[in-house]
């Protein structure tokens, strides 16, 4: 073969084994790239579906919150100032010439409004207030009904909404009675507990005359032994006595004991000679039988 084939021949040996290994590098290349659009494809249908479930929740949350806001009626905000808190009096700066309350009775009655106090980001529900007076710039509220006994009304800022859904005013009617209640018990309590102060006044005062009594005060003037000593000195010093007194029961029944044992020996050494007598008597009765008949043989 010539040179130049042989070269040639060389070349397509080499370029043969080269596109080998750039061809198996390029497999692998498009394996990793296929893998990575597969996993980037599951990664999207689970993050679409992901948003599709939260896009849902939005929408119910924005209908919830839109029924919500559909319940409550106009607002308008001024300052409060409180008259008469026992009638629930309330006057706030905000008026007819923003369209609160009528100008006149022939535009139609006062409507029931609702009070809210503003507590920084925050409101608290105060209660219904009848309008009674409505001009440019403020107005005259009482409210309806009157406050129970004790209740505070807040002044400051506060935002007048002329209507409320009725299930938190529902609400506020059931925790109002039961706020009212609540409050009635915490009367009675104090009642009972002012009560029950002055009985533990008393039961104090008379634990310590009795205390007294017991410890007793030498320094009583118009007081008898006992009262000066005391009746838990007098109780020891008849419990010394009792002491005393069993000692000497205890000593005479020792001594009885002694005695009736010195008289149990006495009878019975006095047995013993009464036996030795009868055995003696009655010897010298059979001695006196046998001479008796010996003298009668004689005769």
Request: proline share 3%.
């Amino acid at each position: 073969m010539h040179v130049l084939g042989k070269v040639l021949l060389g070349f397509v040996v080499v370029g043969a084994i080269a596109a080998i290994v750039l061809t198996t590098m390029t497999l692998d290349v498009r394996k990793k790239w296929q893998e990575q659009i597969l996993q980037a494809r599951t990664e999207y249908d689970s993050i679409a579906e992901r948003l599709a479930n939260a896009r849902a929740i939005h929408r119910q949350e924005q209908e919830a919150l839109d029924r919500v806001k559909q319940g409550w009626g106009d607002v308008f905000q001024g300052n409060a100032n409180v008259g008469n808190p026992q009638v629930g009096a309330v006057t706030v700066g905000v008026g007819q010439d923003r369209g609160l309350g009528a100008a006149s009775t022939t535009d139609g009655p006062n409507p029931i409004v609702h009070g809210f106090v503003v507590n920084g980001d925050q409101t608290e529900y105060v209660g219904p207030f009848e309008i009674r007076t409505a001009q440019a710039g403020s107005t005259d509220l009482t409210m309806k009904p009157a406050p129970f006994q004790g209740q505070q009304i807040p002044g400051g800022v506060w935002r007048i909404r002329e209507e409320i859904p009725f299930d938190y005013h529902s609400m506020n009617i059931k925790l109002h009675t039961e706020q009212i209640a609540a409050e009635d018990k915490v009367r009675q309590m104090t009642a009972q507990l002012v009560v029950l102060r002055e009985q533990l006044a008393a039961s104090r005062l008379y634990w310590g005359s009795g205390s007294t009594n017991c410890r007793g005060d030498l320094n009583l003037v118009e007081a008898n032994e006992l009262q000066k000593a005391g009746y838990v000195q007098a109780i020891r010093d008849r419990l010394t006595e009792r002491d005393l007194a069993l000692v000497q029961l205890q000593s005479l029944r020792l001594e009885l004991r002694l005695k009736l044992e010195s008289l149990e020996d006495l009878m019975a050494q006095n047995q013993s000679r009464l036996a030795k007598y009868r055995e003696v008597i009655q010897a010298n009765a059979a001695g006196t039988s046998s001479t008796t008949r010996t003298a009668s043989t004689a005769e």
